[in-house]
T-cell receptor, first 115, second 114 residues
Framework: NAGVTQTPKFRVLKTGQSMTLLCAQD?????MYWYRQDPGMGLRLIHY???????AKGEVPDGYNVSRLKKQNFLLGLESAAPSQTSVYFC??????????????FGNGTRLTVT | AQSVSQHNHHVILSEAASLELGCNYS??????LFWYVQYPGQHLQLLLK??????LVKGIKGFEAEFIKSKFSFNLRKPSVQWSDTAEYFC????????????FGKGTTLSVSS
């Protein structure tokens, strides 16, 4: 039981390049999330999904797109990377929303640098 | 706009000192409240949670938090910290309804010296 797995762990991009971060969970969780963590800013929600085929915007969605074609996977895309997107990205999942007795399970993070 | 405020950016304590980290939120209505901890080099882990009932909740490793509805607060406490408590602590809140997501505060870095 791997929990929440993020790939890749590290990535360096040049401004304007595109990439996709993959998050996979094997716990059959309905909800999945992408957060970014920046020093002094805490974790900010980018996008989330309440089930297969659904997505919703979080606090800082601009510059990112997501897809949840399969229940176990949640992809985060950067179409044209900018230095402001240099961050550590965390994926998380939970059984349900509302979070009653349903804590978030986090992946180990992806460290992205955009030069 | 919804927000979660953590008052202390960086707290430095000696071992055995008492700890209190402040957290306030700005939602109305019913909320679920959480504290998460991130040890150096690791991902976030749940420390404790409140969703109803006794406003004083106890978590792992001797931590507790008190929900004061009238003050929109959920402060984290520990009577005697240890060096191993050195970590970043995040308060998080979400509205008690389906389809909502957890919103985090900016975090408080706790440094404990032995």
């Amino acid at each position: 039981n791997a929990g929440v797995t993020q790939t890749p762990k590290f990535r360096v991009l040049k401004t304007g390049q595109s990439m996709t971060l993959l998050c996979a969970q094997d716990m059959n969780h309905e909800y999945m999330y992408w957060y970014r963590q920046d020093p002094g800013m805490g974790l900010r929600l980018i996008h989330y999904s309440v089930g297969e085929g659904t997505t919703a915007k979080g606090e800082v969605p601009d510059g990112y797109n997501v897809s949840r074609l399969k229940k176990q996977n949640f992809l985060l895309g950067l179409e044209s990377a900018a230095p402001s997107q240099t961050s550590v990205y965390f994926c998380a999942s939970s059984v349900t929303g509302g979070h009653i007795n349903s804590p978030l399970h986090f992946g180990n993070g992806t460290r992205l640098t955009v030069t | 706009a919804q927000s979660v405020s953590q008052h202390n950016h960086h707290v430095i304590l000696s071992e055995a000192a008492s700890l209190e980290l402040g957290c306030n939120y700005s939602y109305g209505g019913t909320v679920n409240l959480f504290w998460y901890v991130q040890y150096p080099g690791q991902h976030l882990q749940l420390l404790l949670k409140y969703f109803s009932g006794d406003p004083l909740v106890k978590g792992i490793k001797g931590f507790e938090a008190e929900f004061i509805k009238s003050k929109f607060s959920f402060n984290l406490r520990k009577p005697s910290v240890q060096w191993s408590d050195t970590a970043e602590y995040f308060c998080a809140v979400n509205r008690d309804q389906a389809g909502t997501a957890l919103i985090f505060g900016k975090g408080t870095t706790l440094s404990v010296s032995s």
